[in-house]
């Protein structure tokens, strides 16, 4: 018998907030410092120490919130999740239990210029981050560091709308990019800002009701989501075509081994938590101008500017992509076209050279010293013909070098573009008249040849030669010749 099987996942996200400090202390929230150097009595479980709530990380969290087109909870509260880890100082963890604040949102999620699924928020809640333990090589010791304890994070928790690996990291990376559009985090998976955890089942194609599922974690990149997903789907599938029951369970991806692993099993009714209300923190009660407030500062969003950008500037859907996938890289683009409204030559030029040295270099665009004014004025030097396509890209990496604006770099080394025809013309006679081998080849059939009589004009011309009208002129002076 043949079986066919919908996957189901959902995905419950952990986003360290950006914040100078962290959410119930003043200790700096910093990555990278000396273990336990960032700490105080508050984020040590200290007795008698008690939390002060930070309100921009309530501000952050709205931010978040809104521009996951939540429902902000007027009234909602801290709890007590009390379970005993090294990591937990406290014994327990500061977070939002049966009243977040925030609920029934959505990320949308494109390709190719398409809607392709609406992913829903189940919440977003608020917490604090436990510390971080580090273990040994030989595994005999393991050391705690506090310094991450009580940093501000936000949980986004969705439906189980998800029906592929593809899908789930399709979903990470719109995700990502909403909230660096919005500079909440700055998502740096490798610092641990951005955490991600998995459920996913099985159920027969056609059903509604769900599988029986297992939890992913130890997923530290976009790639591990979905390979873990991947091999968990290979997994749960065997499982049921022999007649078998997935167990409940959560596992851990291993990059090592390419698998998921057992960690720990789960009771069908199990309840992970002991939750009570946080007597120390009031609720958080918000008034409908408060909220206004914050959604009146949001940019626009990406998956806004990708449809704003297609339909007003005529760029194709993997252009667009690509512009939006940083507010920065939209802005840059943007800005330009103010000055050289010509969409598609700064898309070309902005995806192919000027991406390319940033790749080179490491950065981002707003990590260097070339502005969008630069860029206006090095396309308006080539729309002009004063420099040819290589010379454009000569000055461009120059500029993105040093800084300098384009015009100071072709008028200092006296780059513009020869388009003077009785100049080519005579440098087209000198190369004819010092290569007759490469004439002769010509003559005899061998058209390429043309491609190295063009290379020794623009040799002799630096680059500078106006290639159009330089070839122009070899082409039909080889012909005069030729008869």
Not at 60 to 89: G, M, Q, V, W
Not at 117 to 135: N, Q
């Amino acid at each position: 018998m043949s079986f066919e099987y919908e996957v189901v996942i959902g995905l419950e996200t952990h986003v360290e907030l950006l914040t100078e400090s962290k959410i119930f202390c003043a200790c700096p929230n910093r990555f990278g410092e000396a273990p336990n150097t960032n700490v105080c009595p508050v984020c040590l479980g200290l007795p008698g120490s008690l939390p002060i709530f930070n309100e921009n990380v309530l501000k952050l969290a709205l931010e978040a919130a809104l521009a996951l087109n939540c429902t902000i909870a007027h009234y909602s509260k801290f709890d007590r999740k009390n379970y005993f880890y090294p990591d937990l100082p406290k014994a327990y963890q500061i977070s939002q239990h049966d009243r977040p604040l925030a609920r029934d949102g959505y990320l949308e999620l494109v390709k190719d210029g398409k809607l392709i699924r609406k992913v829903r928020i189940e919440r977003l809640h608020l917490e604090e981050d436990a510390g971080k333990l580090m273990h040994d090589e030989a595994g005999e010791r393991s050391y705690v560091d506090y310094n991450r304890s009580g940093v501000p994070l936000i949980e986004i928790v969705t439906a189980p709308d998800i029906h592929s690996p593809e899908e789930a990291h399709l979903f990470l990376e719109s995700l990502r990019k909403t909230l660096l559009y919005t500079g909440v985090s700055d998502c740096k998976m490798e610092e641990g800002s951005l955490r991600c955890d998995a459920n996913i089942s099985l159920r027969p194609a056609g059903t509604k009701s769900l599988g029986r599922k297992v939890e992913i974690k130890n997923m530290n990149s976009f790639r591990a989501v979905q390979r873990g997903l991947e091999y968990e789907v290979g997994r749960q599938k065997e499982i049921l075509k022999a007649g078998g029951t997935v167990a409940l369970e959560t596992r851990r991806w291993s990059e090592e081994d390419g698998a998921t692993i057992e960690m720990r099993s789960k009771e069908e009714d199990e309840h992970d938590y002991l939750f009570f209300p946080e007597p120390d923190l009031p609720p958080l009660i918000l008034s409908e101008e408060f909220i206004g407030a914050v959604k009146s500062k949001l940019p626009e969003l990406p998956v806004d500017r990708y449809f704003r950008l297609m339909e007003e500037q005529g760029i194709s859907p993997y252009q667009a992509e690509i512009i939006t996938s940083s507010r920065e890289m939209a802005d840059f683009f943007e800005e330009t076209l103010k000055i050289f409204p010509q969409p598609q030559t700064v898309s070309n030029w902005l995806l192919g050279d000027v991406s390319g040295l940033l790749n080179s270099m490491g950065k981002e665009i707003d990590e260097v010293a070339f502005t969008p004014q630069h860029f206006a004025a090095l396309l308006e030097l080539l729309a002009a013909g004063t420099l040819s396509g290589r010379l454009a890209k000569d000055v461009l990496e120059e500029s993105f070098q040093s800084g300098r604006h384009p015009k100071e770099i072709v008028q200092k080394k006296g780059l513009v573009q020869i388009s003077d025809e009785q100049e080519l013309l005579r440098i087209v006679d000198e190369v004819i008249e010092d290569t007759p081998n490469a004439v002769n080849d010509y003559f005899a059939g061998n058209k390429k040849a043309v491609g190295f009589l063009m290379g020794q004009v623009m040799k002799r011309t630096k680059g500078q030669a106006n290639p159009q009208l330089a070839t122009k002129l070899l082409q039909k002076k080889l012909k005069q010749l030729e008869k």
